[in-house]
């Protein structure tokens, strides 16, 4: 006789929620920088690493209680070892199908001598390697820009206000004659008055061009930045992480910029011994080194990359911790003096901070730390380029560095 079995019903398995807290409490192992006392320390970028990270954050990530806990392993048979096994898996299975985290090919010694992966060879976990999608990008960005704004009781910001009028915005005060590159959004009633006043109460009226009146709003501008990080390995020393706050707001501004300023754009530039380009997709998996502080090759990347953008303004914001103790040669080699300010370090790189001035790029330092040294620097930096100084710390950084970007006023807008 044909029977039926029932028991207890525990709802369909959706871990969007959970795959959302699960991508905020990775976020440090995501961004991890190098720094060698990290909690959630990683060796690498493969399938394993997040399976142990995964594990971390669920048994003391404090994600989940122990309640919510029990009742997701109740959905798995088998022991509780097997049970949360089975629920991490499913899991990693859910980062990669929900689009948070893809697989990339295994490296040349996993290949045939032609150089295509080998089908027959097992893809192990420990070998398999992962890279976090545009997705986990933005949605790490949207966390640290949450979180910054939270801490600042914002909610939300506009753009980037000016104290410039211009037309073809919203009117809030007095309309201008018409000048010649104006956009043609007539103010019709003081057109018509401005004609009457002009030629007396007939028809027809006829409306001349000095008559014209155009409506007058606030003029909202378009910013291109680059944010230069320090990478040289003070940025990890000293008992503190100083890289990973920098990256988190990267992250946030790369999202803020997305969201509410779309006229905007936003480049990031890595300086250490040298210094290159990064995208921002990129930025999660950089890590610190080599070894010293290359500002003066930072500015002028900075400087070619902003000279390619049209924007009403052109910005630096540069995060650093240590002095200026290197510089690349005409020669392409590189001289290095960690010892002090080297006058010719630092005779450079001030070259540099005067030709941004004279392109009309504004330079803003963070600084991470307090160093005498360090200080008078930026203080002639704040001086020639006629920007500002911050003293911060990477608790703070990120509201420090959001509130000077949203919050800046412009005196010339060509």
Do not use: W
């Not at 999202?255 to 997709?281: K, W, Y």
């Not at 370090?345 to 330092?365: D, M």
């Amino acid at each position: 006789m044909a029977g039926a079995r029932y028991t207890r019903y525990l709802g369909e398995l959706d871990l969007e929620e959970l795959l959302q807290d699960l991508m905020g409490a990775l976020e440090d192992y995501f961004l991890f920088s190098g720094f060698p006392f990290s909690r959630r320390r990683r060796s690498g970028q493969t399938l394993a690493d997040l399976h142990d990270a995964i594990v971390d954050a669920l048994l003391q990530g404090g994600i989940l209680d122990e309640e919510t806990l029990g009742r997701l392993l109740q959905r798995y048979p088998g022991t509780t070892a097997e049970q949360l096994e089975r629920l991490v898996q499913e899991v990693m299975e859910r980062l990669q199908s929900e689009g948070y985290i893809t697989t990339v090919p295994e490296r040349a010694s996993a290949l045939h001598p032609e150089g295509v992966p080998d089908p027959d060879s097992p893809r192990e976990p420990d070998k398999v390697r992962f890279e976090l999608t545009d997705k986990s990008l933005d949605f790490l960005g949207y966390k640290s820009l949450r979180d910054l704004l939270h801490a600042t009781g914002r909610s939300g910001f506009g753009a980037h206000e000016t104290v410039f009028l211009a037309p073809n915005q919203e009117a809030y005060t007095e309309p201008k004659p018409y000048e010649f590159g104006d956009t043609l959004q007539l103010d019709i009633a003081r057109t018509l008055l401005h004609a009457i006043q002009r030629q007396g109460p007939r028809l027809p009226l006829e409306i001349a061009y000095e008559d014209l009146h155009v409506l007058q709003g606030e003029y909202q501008s378009s910013c291109a930045t680059v944010l230069m990080l320090d990478c040289s390995h003070s940025m990890i020393l000293y008992g503190e992480d100083r890289f990973t706050p920098a990256k988190k707001v990267a992250l946030a501004l790369a999202h803020l910029i997305r969201t509410q300023f779309p006229g905007d754009s936003l480049h990031c530039v890595l300086f250490h011994d040298s210094a290159e380009e990064v995208r921002l997709r990129d930025l999660a998996k950089a890590r610190v080194g080599p070894f010293y502080t290359n500002t003066c090759e930072g500015l002028r990347l900075a400087r070619r990359v902003l000279l390619n953008q049209r924007k009403d303004m052109r910005q630096v914001i540069m995060i650093t911790d240590g002095k200026p103790s290197a510089i690349t040669l005409p020669s392409g080699h590189v001289y290095k003096n960690p010892y002090g300010l080297d006058p010719m370090i630092v005779e450079e790189t001030l070259k540099e901070v005067v030709r941004c001035r004279k392109a009309g790029i504004v330079i803003n330092t963070f600084m991470l730390t307090d160093d005498p040294l360090l200080v008078r620097f930026v203080q002639k930096v704040t001086q020639l380029a006629r920007g500002k100084a911050y003293f911060t710390t990477p608790m703070n950084l990120g509201r420090y560095v959001l509130m000077d970007f949203v919050s800046r006023k412009v005196r010339h807008v060509h």
